[in-house]
Each structure stands twice: as structure tokens, then as C-alpha cells.
């Protein structure tokens, strides 16, 4: 394409050109611009001097992220929570939606799968909140359960053994409703 016809056509074309602009601005900003502050896991930061760092300090700064025991924590945690994520939280949506599917009674099943992926719609903060009452060992539910049959109350959400269950328990309650509508939704497209 020659330059006369270039222009003839950008000429013909520019509004679309415009309209490309937006999104381009946008990818400029918040997707290529952060790259550019990766230089700073490389650099001394001193505050109050420049963004970009004082002096260059190569892998100073990893090193001393992987020498800290916390970092080892961290990570042993996280890869525990990842774990029991993947055994807990990805299949049990499958086995609802199974079941839930399986149900002869249209109305009774959509009643349960209304009320299954409500906790969906509710935030993070509220869905602590309520396992916060819940777990109370002064006048939660699940203590006065368990008080019922003779045992003592447990401070769940004071305790860290208790912590691996309640956020997975939280994460099943939440998403297990929505995740298996949306099994239910792909099984009925394969078949």
C-alpha cells in the first residue's frame, strides 16, 4: 500500500481510529506503565528521593526475602490453603450440581439452588461477619450445638488450628451454589 492510498484510507477510516484510542490509553496506563516500576525490586528505595530508586542493588532484595523464615511460613501456608482448595472447593460444586440435577422435583430443586448460591451475592465482610456470630462460644449457633451435648465452647475464630477450616468451610458456603450452577450450565451445553 502506497502513501496516497494510506492516507485515503486513514481519511476514510479515522473515526474508528478514535474510537481505538480509549482502549489503547487504557492498556498504556494500567497494563504497559506498572511494568516499569518492576525496576524497583532491583533498586534501593529511599523515601523522599526519586521513584525510581537510589542505587541499582541487583537481587539484594530476594535474597533476603527467601533467607526470612516468615517467607518459608508464608509459603507453606499458602500452598496448604492452595491444596485444600483444589480437594475441597473444586470438586464439591461438581458432586451439588450432580445431585441438584438429579432431582425430580423441579420446584424443590430450585428453591435449593436459590438458596445454595445466595452466599454469593453477600461480601467477603459480611460472610466473616456472620461466621464470626456463628462460632461465637458466647451465643453462636455451633457452641450452643455443641454445649447441648456436654462439651465446652471453643473460641474458633481465637484459635490457628481452626483457621484452615473455617476459611475453607467459608470459601465451600460462598461459592459452592454459584460454581454449581454454572457445572449444571456447562454439563447441559456438552450433552
Known amino acids: 500500500m502506497n502513501s496516497a492510498s494510506m492516507k485515503a484510507y486513514l481519511k476514510r477510516n479515522y473515526h ?3 474510537l481505538l484510542l480509549l482502549p489503547a490509553a487504557y492498556f498504556v496506563v494500567f497494563r504497559y506503565g506498572p511494568i516499569l516500576g518492576n525496576i524497583l525490586a532491583f533498586r534501593k528505595y529511599v523515601p523522599g528521593g ?3 530508586g537510589a542505587e541499582w542493588v541487583g537481587l539484594k532484595y530476594f535474597r533476603m526475602f527467601l533467607n526470612d523464615p516468615s517467607f518459608w511460613v508464608a509459603f507453606k501456608n499458602t500452598f496448604i490453603l492452595s ?16 445431585l441438584t440435577n438429579e432431582m425430580i422435583n423441579g420446584k424443590v430443586r430450585r428453591v435449593i439452588q436459590t438458596i445454595s448460591y445466595f452466599p454469593n451475592f453477600l461480601s467477603v465482610v459480611v460472610i466473616v461477619g456472620m461466621l464470626k456470630e456463628l462460632l461465637s462460644p458466647s451465643n453462636g449457633i455451633v457452641n450452643a450445638i455443641l454445649g447441648h451435648f456436654g462439651f465446652e465452647p471453643i473460641y474458633f475464630v481465637n484459635e490457628p488450628e481452626w483457621f484452615r477450616a473455617i476459611y475453607i468451610g467459608s470459601d465451600v458456603w460462598q461459592f459452592m451454589g454459584w460454581n454449581a450452577i454454572i457445572y449444571t450450565a456447562t454439563s447441559y451445553s456438552i450433552f
Open 50 to 52: 526519586s521513584m525510581f
Open 83 to 98: 491444596t485444600l482448595n483444589l480437594l475441597f472447593i473444586f470438586p464439591l460444586p461438581i458432586l451439588f450440581a450432580l
Open 16 to 18: 474508528y481510529y478514535i
